[in-house]
DNA sequence: AGTAAACTACCCCTAAAGTAGTAGTTATTA
DNA sequence: TAATAACTACTACTTTAGGGGTAGTTTACT
């Protein structure tokens, strides 16, 4: 099954499996509601799924997937090699972590060795895997343990907003902005707001 | 001719061309680089070149592309919608700009379009040309009238660093730093460091 | 020779950011 | 009931940022 919001990236990979006698893509999705929905119906033995999608992105897809107890290996297919994607895709479950820009030969090799119960890993993220089994880990996962506040914080740091106008914004006090800022800094492991800032932009928190 | 550094979405994209009795990949190219080393001695009617890519990007290879005098049509398929990226790429001489998200379909329609001489561009991008025109813009392509300097201190605010630091790395005073920093503030219409490096980052000034 | 832009550096000043510590309230959970 | 986490607020302090102006040097282009 492939989930992809790219039509053209779809097309690329289904011919590209067609050419495999062993192998055939029985679904498409367009989305992951989409991917989710189908999968009522339609029970493939592996499911590549991208992670940048409009609307439930690939993860949340993925955390879906699983909840429904979906037996379906999932390969993640991506553009980028975000540390905190990886870790996160391959702690909800996924089989697989590949990058889009590999050559389409070893993708399908790695799909084979997915269906044989393999983990594949692209090999630009051996090293992202190494850091972070020896707990070097520059992000381990750390978004989720912001608070809500602290998250609204960041967001609105995100936009520029001084301390004052985030005060204002939440009807809190500068003082307590101040509090909010330096407990997320903390859990970030960064040093100043242009810091956090980039973080969220690079990792994409929706504003 | 199919520039783009994903070998899946250049198959799916040839695929779906040599569906057209009239249309044809005479050659294909995986970076910047290489497809102003192909344009030598290939000459497409009609160039589809990616914007992001490894090395040297999209805008840049249009732009050598233009500077060769190389007379082929050029359409530039991207994923972005971003303002500056679409303005920068009119600016540049494109033929067009179509998002990676539009159906397969409307893409090839498209393509004849462009071949017949029309300025081609996905309805997404309607209101940012629309907006551009009426000079309502927030991004008239302000970058590139930042100096070097100020370019430089951009990447390292972009990093976190504070102006000693900025100082200390450059070998000049903490006091001219934040004369730079003033500057670049002013010519992109900013209000702080902050929105600086939110603004670097989504436009991808290369670290 | 003259002009303009870029880079450098300084002054003065205000505002904003960040650090550290204390502490009260509420809600949840063990 | 006791403990914990989250949110709030404060004081006090140091550092960093940012705005304004002036001005010297070099380089490049008239």
């Known amino acids: 099954m492939l989930v992809d919001d790219h039509p053209l990236l779809r097309k690329g990979l289904s011919q590209l499996i067609s050419l ?5 893509v029985i679904c498409e999705a367009s989305s992951g509601e989409e991917a989710i929905a ?24 993925l955390s879906e997937i699983r909840k429904l107890n979906i037996q379906s290996k999932v390969i993640m297919l991506t553009v980028s ?5 990886v870790l ?23 799909l084979y060795k ?13 090293q992202i895997i190494a850091r972070s089994i020896q707990g070097t880990m520059s992000t381990p996962t750390i978004f989720e343990k912001l608070t809500k506040r602290e998250v609204e914080v960041l967001k609105l740091i ?30 970030l492991n960064l040093r100043s707001r242009v810091e956090a800032a980039v973080w969220a932009v690079e990792n994409k928190i929706t504003l």
Not at 38 to 61: A, F, R, S, V
Not at 81 to 85: L, R, V
Request: with cysteine; net charge negative; charged share 30%.
């Open 20 to 24: 495999e006698d062993d192998l055939e």
């Open 38 to 61: 189908t999968l009522t119906h339609c029970k493939p033995d592996l499911i590549l799924l991208d992670l940048e999608m409009k609307g439930i992105n690939g993860l949340e897809t």
């Open 81 to 85: 090699d975000n540390e905190t994607d």
């Open 88 to 110: 996160q895709a391959l702690k909800f479950g996924a089989d697989g972590y590949l990058l889009k820009d590999a050559e389409p030969e070893e993708i399908i090799s790695q």
């Open 114 to 126: 997915a269906l044989g119960g393999e983990l594949v890993l692209s090999p630009a993220l051996n």
């Open 158 to 187: 995100t936009q520029g907003a001084s301390n004052k106008v985030i005060g204002r914004t939440f009807s809190i006090t500068e003082a307590t902005v101040k509090v909010h800022v330096k407990n997320l800094l903390k859990k």
